[in-house]
């Protein structure tokens, strides 16, 4: 016993201590200093920051700086291949541990050795070091706001980009390499980052989809909430453009697999948030048929079915909405002090719209088979496409509720009203019969409803133009507009777009939708009733009449002037003249108008865009033969330039 004793006494002995490594470090040759490193390696703790910071001050900075320069090949004394490889090593293993002590991470000295890190990084791919060089990366780019600067200014998301494809799956890393980058996207300015480097953040995004669909640990969500950091940027477009360049859809195979991974198990709730933000952003850049087909893991046998993805997208956005309505509906109505509520109100109108614009696109893609029911069933089940009406059926059922509460507390203004109001517009466009009762009964609020930033309701009414026009193809949907008054909105809207005088080709849809609804109103006039000196028919006239003057589209002209013609047939020219919003001049921009319909439309030889508007000449001889006489002025301007007859060859 005393004899094992007395060994284990002598073999501590001969252990160097740190006492002798810093003495060969103070020593005066780099000799020395390098038998010291090689010592210390052997037996310095990295996490013992007393003696890191104690290593350091004794060797200082410059000895490391020329054997990294040696290394790379850059030292005055080079050496052979052999040397400079050990050299190398030595030099970024020590490095990376000197880092671990934030404030030598945050040094001048470390911070200006970062572009010879990612030289080597560079150089050396697949080498043991490369580890050692990401911690370095990573420790001084965390310790200082320095440190992330110039590692962005040195070119670094270019080498990340350039690396992360190659890096082992899972690997530490990999892991490094997600974090930098989630320091570049946070830290910088977007602007700056986004508009420089979209190819490199392409690249990232393509490198860390791999990861996201192929990990089962907790760098999975790591990689989830780097793709929606990068995707959900506002400044994000260049990427997109990036995004759709790329050769193969790998990348959005990847994310399929990987959302659908994560909405398919118990995560906590943010992780499935930052999911559907991914969602909606992935399918902003390929399109909604991404929601659908059997996708296969890269290197698995196992497939998903086709319909998996929409209906966990679907599901979790009808959750989300439910949960967050609520919420909201509490915090503005019920808590005590919803002021101080305001950052919480944000935050989930945010999300609300992320959920609320994932909805959107499902109404979209499902609209897109339209009569094709034999692509739909090729792609989704009947009981599948089933089970999604039935799904936004009652989303929008609870979407009506929330605006139905909001009524009922004098709501009229925010961006989360407008948002549902956009998500049942949507819907309804396609479904005008969904959820008929609550439509009907909220139908004159909802056309009311004001954005923040709106002084008066615009959008609202453009959100539910397509089914307006829709339903008052029927009698029944008519009389809804008038008897709520709803008209009068729509009306409104259409002078409003006129008034702009600057038209979009998106403009113009809305424009004709109006139109459209306004003469489906008109045509049924004897069954609904309408007040014949209603003052919103006298402001359209006066603008329809301005608006097409200058025109010379024929699908202008013959709109503008077919509900023209159907307004004067409620009125004569007497009660106009003594109108206030009515002059004289209005009775001939009136008359040009009705003329121009006649010469387009009455002559042997027509145009083919006028034969296109052969329903709305009909529409426009057979009111003005009602009229005609009780506008003496209007029938003397149309027919005292020529016999044009009321015909239109076709």
């Known amino acids: ?64 700086h020329r054997l990294l320069r040696t290394g790379i090949g850059k030292g005055s004394d080079v050496g052979s291949s052999d ?16 880092c671990r002590v934030p404030q030598i991470a945050a040094s001048e000295e470390m911070i200006n050795k970062i572009p010879l890190i990612l030289e080597a990084i560079s150089r050396e791919a697949g080498s043991p070091i490369i580890e050692d060089c990401y911690e370095y990366l990573f420790l001084v780019s965390t310790a200082s706001e320095e440190g992330v600067q110039t590692l962005y200014k040195s070119g670094g998301l270019n080498v990340l980009a350039s ?59 790591e990689a989830l909430h780097l793709l929606s950091t990068i995707l959900s940027n506002r400044y994000s477009a260049p990427v997109y453009d990036a995004l759709r360049l790329v050769e193969n859809d790998v990348w959005s195979t990847n994310l399929w697999i990987g959302i659908v991974a994560i909405l398919q198990n118990r995560v906590a709730p943010s992780h499935k948030l930052h999911a559907l933000v991914l969602t909606e952003c992935v ?14 893991l890269t290197g698995s046998q196992v497939s998903l079915p086709a319909d998996r993805c929409i209906l966990l997208i679907l599901e979790s956005s009808r959750v989300e909405i ?80 929330y605006i139905r509460d909001a009524k009922e507390h004098g709501q009229m203004k925010g961006d989360d009203l407008l948002a549902a109001v956009r998500v049942i517009g949507s819907y309804l466009a396609e479904a005008p019969d969904a959820c008929k009762d609550k439509v009907i009964e ?28 829709q339903i008052t193809l029927e009698t029944g949907g008519c009389k809804i507009l008038a008897s709520s008054g709803a008209f009068r909105e729509v009306v409104g809207y259409l002078i409003a777009l006129i008034d702009q005088n600057n038209f979009t080709s998106e403009d113009n849809g809305s424009i004709f939708l109006a139109c459209d609804t306004i003469l489906n109103l008109l045509l049924k006039q004897e069954q609904i009733k309408f007040p014949s000196d209603d003052p919103s028919f006298i402001r359209l006239l006066v603008a329809l009449s301005r608006w097409a003057e200058g025109m010379d589209d024929a699908s202008i002209i013959m709109m503008a002037s077919s509900i023209c013609s ?79 007859g009321f015909r239109c060859v076709s």
């Open 442 to 469: 909220l139908l004159g609020y909802i056309l009311s409803i004001e954005g923040e930033d709106e002084l008066s309701p615009f959008y609202s009414i453009c959100f539910l133009l397509p089914m307006l026009c």
């Open 83 to 98: 040397n400079r490889d050990a050299y190398l090593q030595l030099s970024i293993t020590v490095l990376a541990a000197f």
């Open 322 to 401: 439910a949960v967050l309505l609520n919420d909201l509906a509490y915090l503005k109505y019920e808590a005590s002090n919803a002021s101080s509520n305001r950052e919480n109100i944000l935050v989930k109108q945010r999300n609300l719209g992320v959920a609320f614009s994932l909805v959107e696109k499902i109404i979209k893609l499902i609209s897109s088979f339209g009569g094709e029911e034999s692509t739909a069933n090729a792609i989704i089940s009947e009981s599948t496409f089933t089970n999604i009406i039935s799904g936004l059926n009652e989303t929008i059922g609870v979407v009506l509720d």
């Open 163 to 221: 690396q992360m494809m190659i890096l082992p799956d899972g690997s530490h890393m990999i892991e490094l390499a997600l974090r930098l980058v989630q320091i570049i996207v946070i830290k910088l300015p977007s602007e700056n980052v986004y508009s420089e480097h979209p190819t490199d953040l392409s690249l990232v995004v393509c490198a860390v989809a791999k990861q996201f669909a192929v990990l089962q640990n907790a760098l999975k969500f």
């Open 566 to 644: 159907l307004i004067l047939d409620l009125t004569s020219e007497e009660a106009l003249l003594n109108h206030p919003d009515f002059t004289s001049g209005d009775v001939g921009n009136l008359s040009k108008l009705i003329r121009r319909s006649f010469v387009m439309c009455g002559q042997d030889l027509i145009s083919d865009d006028a034969k296109a508007e052969v329903d709305l000449f009909q529409i426009i001889t057979s009111a003005y033969s009602s009229w005609a006489d009780r506008f003496p002025s209007i029938k003397q301007a149309v027919e005292s330039s020529g016999p044009f």
């Open 283 to 296: 399918i902003s850049i390929v399109g909604e048929r991404w929601l659908i087909g059997e996708m296969n």
């Open 1 to 64: 016993m005393e004899e094992h004793a007395s060994s284990s006494s002598s073999s501590s002995q001969l252990q160097p201590s740190l006492d002798d490594c810093l003495k060969l470090f103070r020593g005066e040759r780099d000799e020395q200093r390098l038998a010291g490193l090689l010592v210390l390696t052997k037996f310095c703790n990295k996490d013992d920051h007393t003696a890191i910071r104690k290593v350091y001050d004794a060797l200082g900075p410059q000895f490391l």
